[in-house]
């Protein structure tokens, strides 16, 4: 059974910055996608990156792109975003997910179908 475990939210202020981490288990695929999402109260859930552990080829949505990166090679098991200059905006469910068919890029984001719980991201003005 795959499991996916983020950890890392918090409180933070706005310029700051936090790094969330998904453990993933119970998997034996060596080559898979993680995404990252997140949810804001009272908005559609949004996509926000993905490495494919094979190549570790990442992509990004305009949102984020430029303050939020995925370490490379840091997908084997586990895989992080990194998010600096953090804004109030920026507050929400921040979710994990996995995809183990072969997708990458975005449509790892479309198509990623095993899902963490998520961890609270929370910045202040």
């Known amino acids: 059974q795959v499991l996916l475990v983020e950890s890392g939210g918090g409180s933070v202020q706005s310029g700051g910055s936090l790094r969330l981490s998904c453990a993933a288990s119970?998997?034996?695929?060596?080559?898979?996608?993680m995404a990252w999402f997140r949810q804001a109260p009272g908005k559609e859930r949004e996509g926000l990156a993905s490495i494919y552990t094979g190549d570790d080829t990442t992509y990004y949505t305009d949102s984020v792109k430029g303050r939020f990166t995925i370490p490379r090679a840091s997908a084997k098991k586990t895989s992080y975003l990194q998010m600096n200059n953090l804004k109030p905006e920026d507050t929400a469910l921040y979710y994990c997910?996995?995809?183990?068919?072969?997708?990458?890029?975005?449509?790892?984001?479309?198509?990623?179908?095993?899902w963490g719980r998520g961890t609270q991201v929370t910045v202040s003005s």
């Open positions: 119970g998997h034996t695929v060596s080559n898979y996608c």
């Open positions: 997910a996995a995809d183990f068919r072969g997708y990458y890029g975005f449509n790892c984001l479309r198509k990623a179908n095993f």
